[in-house]
């Protein structure tokens, strides 16, 4: 398939790029003076690939990126553009730095029996962090679309940062919302994940694009919030600080649930106020 037809339109003027084997979406928006690419997939082989797909439509524009969280799947292919800003929220370029090569070895660890190529691409794919850290918020100006970078607190992640594009009516929601399967949860803070979604429905969203899958509706975004709150309201009565809530009312496979209960403990208001990630200090980036 060449490049181009890789691109599929997300919304006006949005383009959405799936990755494969790992079907994660990488977004394209082109303004007058800027393109802002959204997530780099998940190699350094993937991230070339795209390159070549986003500079086919470029223009002459120059281009940004944004990786939405420090997932390999989202910022691995971060080396194939090294001269480019790559804003991150700051503590996913944290977490990058402090745990990015145990990720590395573990996600090309679960990848080597089913498909081994790929599984070397990501054993091998260089660490490139984000310079671009954002504290908060910031704005970009893409020359007649205004983009909003909002770090939004804990939910997929402690780190998630979504892109909202006011103008359009559009926010890119990385793996906040999940279109493709049922939200991930190893890294989660499932207490205050509905309430991340609540402040992203606020926004009065007409388009959401989720981290994988198809592009979705405010009404989506809603159902799943209700989702992750009967989650964490389980959570909360198995951890004994909320009424019981039978296992059969809460709406995710039941192999989710374990590991939903261990991070809830981490999001307590009695809990450690940030949970580490599973980073050696040997294993630190500069
Ligand atoms: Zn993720």
Known sequence: MSPSQR?????????????SPVDVNCILVRGDRL????????TREEGMELRRAVEAG??????????THAHYDHCFGNSAFPEARIY????CVATLQRSGISQRREAAEAFREQNPEFAALLGAAPIVLPNRP?????RLDLGGIEVQLLVVG??????????????LGVVLAGDLVEE???????DAYPLSWPRVLDRMLALGPKLVVPGHGQPVGPEFVARQREQLDQ???WCLGELGVGPQVSQHRVPFPSASLGIALDRAKLDLPLGPSSATADGTPEDSLP
């Open 88 to 91: 991150a929220s700051e503590g």
């Open 7 to 19: 691109w599929q339109a997300a919304g006006d003027g949005i383009l959405r790029w799936v990755g």
């Open 180 to 186: 493709s399967g049922p939200p991930a949860l190893e």
């Open 35 to 42: 393109a802002l690419l959204v997530d780099t997939g998940s």
């Open 231 to 233: 989650l964490a309201n």
């Open 134 to 138: 954002v504290h908060g918020e910031a």
């Open 58 to 67: 470029l223009g002459g524009r120059e281009l940004v990126l944004v990786n």
């Open 154 to 167: 804990r939910g997929h992640t402690d780190h998630d940062m979504v892109v909202v594009l006011p103008d």
